[in-house]
C-alpha cells in the first residue's frame, strides 16, 4: 500500500499551524485579558499538564483497538467544540475550565498520530522527517499570518482564528487513511512492562522532561519578553518563523546526518547547544543578530531532540506497543515537564525577572546532558530516519 504522503503532511501542516497560532500569541491574549503572569503560568500549566493523562488513556486505546485515526478524529472534534468556550467568559476559574476541557482532547491527538504516521511508513521509515517538515511550514505560515494580522486587529480575535485552525485540522485527519502495525496484536513480544523496566528507557525519559522543562520559559513567556524590550508583533512572528525555519532545514537534512551519526551524539550535541541558546536568550534579547541565532538553534534543541526521541521510541517500543510509547513519552515530557516549566517560569517570572528564568533553563539543560551521557547506551542506532 504506497504511503498517502500528502494527506499525512496536510494533517502535520494543520495540527502545527494552530500551535504556530497558539504557542507565540495566547500568552500576549491572556495578557491583554488581565491575567497576571503567575495565572499565564498556571492557565498552560493546566493545559500541559492534561499531557499527564490524556495520551495514556488514548494510546492504551489506540493498541487496544488498532484504530488511531478514528480516535484521532473523535479527539480534534471535542476539542474544538471546547475550545469554543473561550468565546463566553474571561474569568480565570472559566479560562481554567475550558482549557482543561480542551486540552485534554487536543494533547490526545499528535502522539497517536505520530503512531499513525510510522505505521503507515513501515516500508520507508526514513521518510518521516519529509512527512514531519510540513508540519513546521505549517508553524511558520501562522506565526507569519497572525504576526501581520496582529498589527492591524485586534488579538481578541485569536480564539476565532485557533477554533478555525483546529476544524480544518479535523478535516485534514478525515482524509487521512487507517493504517495497521505489521505484527499481529495477539503474537507473542516482550510485554509493556519489560520494555517499561529498562534504565535506558527511564533515562531516555528524564531526558526529555527537563528539555521540556527548560522550555518551558520559552513557550509561555518568549513573546513576552520579546514585547518588553521592544519587539513588535509581526517581529515577534518573524523570530518565531526564523526557529522553525531552520528546524525545516534540519528535517530535510536529518537522514543524512543519521546515516553518518548516532542518534546518542546527536542528542548530546542538541542538549549542549541549548544550554548555548537559553543563555543567548537571558543576555542577548538587546541584540537582532544573537535574537535571530538564538531562534536558529531552535533546529537543533528541538528539531534534533525530537527526531532522534522518535528513533529511539521505535527503537524501544517496536510497532506492538507504539502507540503506548509514543504516549509515555508525550506525557513524561510535554506533559511533566511542559507543567513544570510553565510553573516555575510563571511563578519566578516577576520575582527573579526574564533574563534569571532562562539562566535556570540553561542549567536545567547541563543536568540533561550529564544524564544522556551516562544513561544513554552507546551502541544504540536504531533504523528510523
Excluded at 486540552?103 to 499528535?110: K, P, V
Amino acid at each position: 500500500m504506497p504511503v498517502p504522503y500528502w494527506r499525512l503532511s496536510g494533517f502535520y501542516f494543520f495540527y502545527f499551524a494552530t500551535l504556530g497560532a497558539f504557542l507565540p500569541f495566547w500568552s500576549l491574549y491572556l495578557k491583554q485579558a488581565g491575567f497576571a503572569a503567575d495565572e499565564i503560568g498556571e492557565l498552560t500549566a493546566l493545559m500541559v499538564a492534561t499531557k499527564i493523562i490524556a495520551p495514556n488513556y488514548w494510546g492504551w486505546l489506540a493498541d487496544k483497538t488498532g484504530r488511531n485515526l478514528r480516535l484521532i478524529r473523535l479527539t480534534l472534534l471535542l476539542a474544538a467544540s471546547s475550545f469554543a468556550g473561550f468565546l463566553f467568559r474571561n474569568d480565570y476559574w472559566w479560562f481554567a475550565l475550558v482549557t482543561v476541557g480542551f486540552s485534554f482532547f487536543w494533547n490526545a491527538t499528535l502522539p497517536q498520530f505520530e503512531a499513525a504516521t510510522l505505521f503507515h511508513l513501515q516500508a520507508e521509515p526514513q521518510r518521516y522527517s519529509q512527512i514531519r517538515l510540513w508540519g513546521s511550514i505549517g508553524f511558520i505560515a501562522a506565526v507569519l499570518g497572525i504576526g501581520r494580522f496582529l498589527d492591524y486587529f485586534s488579538i481578541a480575535n485569536l480564539p476565532l482564528i485557533i477554533g478555525g485552525l483546529m476544524l480544518l485540522n479535523w478535516l485534514a485527519a478525515l482524509l487521512t487513511p487507517e493504517a495497521r502495525p505489521r505484527i499481529d496484536r495477539g503474537q507473542a513480544g516482550p510485554g509493556i512492562w519489560q520494555v517499561l523496566l529498562r534504565w535506558e528507557l527511564l533515562a531516555f525519559l528524564l531526558v526529555y522532561l527537563l528539555l521540556q522543562v527548560a522550555h518551558g520559559p520559552y513557550y509561555v513567556f518568549y513573546s513576552v519578553y520579546l514585547q518588553q524590550h521592544g519587539y513588535s508583533a509581526s517581529e515577534t512572528g518573524l523570530l518565531w518563523a526564523a526557529g522553525v525555519g531552520a528546524e525545516i532545514l534540519l528535517f530535510l537534512a536529518m537522514r543524512r546526518l543519521l546515516s553518518c551519526c548516532k542518534p546518542r551524539s546527536l542528542l548530546l550535541w542538541a542538549i549542549a547547544l541549548s544550554v548555548v541558546r537559553w543563555l543567548l536568550i537571558a543576555d542577548g534579547v538587546g541584540s537582532l543578530i544573537l535574537t535571530v541565532a538564538a531562534q536558529l538553534l531552535h533546529a537543533a534543541t528541538f528539531g534534533v531532540a525530537h527526531v532522534v526521541a522518535m528513533q529511539l521510541l521505535y527503537h524501544y517500543f517496536g510497532e506492538r506497543h507504539q502507540s503506548k510509547g509514543q504516549a509515555l513519552y508525550s506525557s513524561a515530557s510535554f506533559g511533566v515537564g511542559g507543567m513544570v516549566g510553565s510553573l516555575y517560569s510563571g511563578y519566578f517570572w516577576d520575582v527573579l525577572g526574564g533574563r534569571e528564568v532562562y539562566v535556570i533553563a540553561a542549567l536545567v539543560c547541563g543536568v540533561a546532558w550529564l544524564i544522556a551521557f551516562l544513561g544513554l547506551a552507546r551502541e544504540s542506532r536504531p533504523g528510523l530516519g
